[in-house]
């Protein structure tokens, strides 16, 4: 049986399509599911209030649902975009773009599902304060799409890039590696920004008059805990927009796959950790907020030390790229 | 319950298409046709997916564990399989610009954003009540 170049494009394109569809699917269903779950607890709590916390869940999984509505545009894009000039690169890129998507879409589909949670929750503690929890919660759960949207940019470029006169060999590993980077990286900050938004309408719900401090403590939080996917995204554009020279060895080729495997797995922990800093400051300040400075400092300075091993794996990943 | 959620939903879809409806008449009348209706069939679909979730919430109670599970996963897939509609169609046919209708995809939840950021910046302003 013989295989042409058009058939391995259309194969990688579909593959690429699941996937990105798939895996997309997986975080924003467990957000959604969350807040479901938490808007239970709130009606069965404070039934009286259920007209108000049924409206904040519907706003809060109408934004949530963002992240896997991403994924569907790329997965169709995908599935139907017409390919002019097939190519094994072209093969690579199409699979890559789904694979950035659909991990990128995972954490931040989680992540968003928090903040809806809690802000149902808070409202049948504090019904005075529904309309401040639901405009806190959607802040947070905007930011939280950040590393999504990252990663659709990555999709898009791997789709829609100019593959000129590139070397298929190391380049189709390039692009791959560039997929799996800013994918991964993606699921720590996602799910960490979630965190933080999650503790703030908790902290809003138990103590209204500390809204300000609160949601600022957040979105600092929130802004430091999309570094690594801000990382994972530096790596895929030196990936992408890099060209590389022509070779018959598979090691440069698996340099450049193994350095967005770095900096994806690596942006993954200090995500998550940044998240739980966050958390933690911003809880803290609803219930002491005459110590928000100081919290706050503590907060940055353990984000910086939570971040430093997504650095370890940036700069391992650079020497694989220009070093190796 | 079903007054909040139909108020709501009410007024975002409102907002939404009316929006949709001013920014793609500019578009069409300054000679960007496709943008235009691109931008109006993905906030059209974005809308009947807001109408759908809203809708469904209050069917999906007082059933069994069961019956609400399987209506939940019809009704997502639904869901889904309605908002691929205008991607393809834009993807097939070059009257509708793909990016504008990808835009339009997401008006439902631009308009939540804008009217509670204008309520953050500006505390005493009338909004979603």
């Known amino acids: 049986m013989t295989v042409d170049t058009q058939t391995i494009v259309s194969v990688a394109a579909y593959a690429g399509g699941g996937l990105a569809m798939g895996l997309g699917a997986i975080g924003a269903a467990i957000g959604e599911g969350y807040t479901a779950a938490r808007a239970n607890l709130a009606v069965s709590r404070s039934p009286e209030n259920s007209g108000e916390i049924f409206k904040n869940m519907l706003v809060g999984q109408a934004v949530a649902e963002s992240a896997s509505i991403f994924a569907l545009v790329i997965a169709i894009l995908l599935l139907f975009l017409d390919v002019p000039q097939p190519t094994l690169l072209k093969a690579a890129a199409l699979f890559a773009a789904g694979i950035s998507m659909g991990l990128g879409a995972i954490g931040s589909g989680v992540g968003s599902g928090y903040p809806g949670g809690e802000a149902c929750f808070g409202i049948s503690r504090q019904p005075a304060a529904a309309s401040q929890l639901t405009t806190n919660m959607l802040i947070g759960s905007a930011v939280c799409q950040t590393p999504a949207i990252f990663s659709m940019v990555v999709a898009l470029i791997l789709m829609f890039l100019n593959l000129g006169n590139s070397a298929v060999n190391p380049t189709w590993a390039a692009y791959l590696g560039a997929g799996i980077s800013m994918g991964l990286a993606a699921i720590g900050s996602g799910y960490g920004g979630g965190l933080a938004a999650g503790a703030s309408c908790a902290g809003i719900a138990r103590q209204p008059k500390t809204a300000a401090n609160v949601t600022t403590t957040m979105l600092v939080g929130q802004a430091v805990s999309q570094t690594p996917s801000i990382f994972g995204l530096l790596i895929s554009f030196i990936l992408m927009f890099k060209t590389f020279p022509a070779t018959g060895s598979i090691s440069a080729a698996m340099a450049l796959l193994a350095a967005g495997i770095c900096m994806g797995f690596g942006g993954i922990g200090p995500g998550i950790g940044n998240g739980m800093a966050a958390e933690g400051a911003v809880r803290w300040v609803a219930r002491n907020v005459e110590s928000a400075g100081d919290l706050m400092r503590i907060m940055l300075v353990g984000q910086a030390v939570s971040q430093s091993t997504a650095i370890y794996a940036m700069v391992v990943s650079l020497v694989l790229i220009f070093v190796l | ?129």
């Open chain 2, 1 to 129: 319950m079903k007054e909040a959620v139909s108020r709501t939903q009410k007024r975002y879809a409102s907002w939404a298409l009316t929006a949709a409806i001013l920014i793609g008449l500019g578009f069409i009348l300054t000679g960007y046709k496709p943008v235009g209706k691109g931008l109006v069939l993905g906030t059209l679909f974005s809308i009947i997916n807001f109408i759908l979730i809203a809708q469904s919430l209050p069917l999906g109670l007082g059933k069994s564990k069961r019956k609400t599970f399987l209506f939940s996963l019809v009704s997502i897939f639904l869901r889904y399989a309605l908002m691929a509609i205008p991607l393809v169609i834009a993807v097939k046919y070059d009257q509708f610009n793909l990016i504008a209708v990808i835009c339009g995809l997401f008006a439902i939840q631009l308009v939540i954003l804008a009217d509670h950021l204008f309520k953050f910046i500006r505390p005493g302003s009338p909004g979603t009540g």
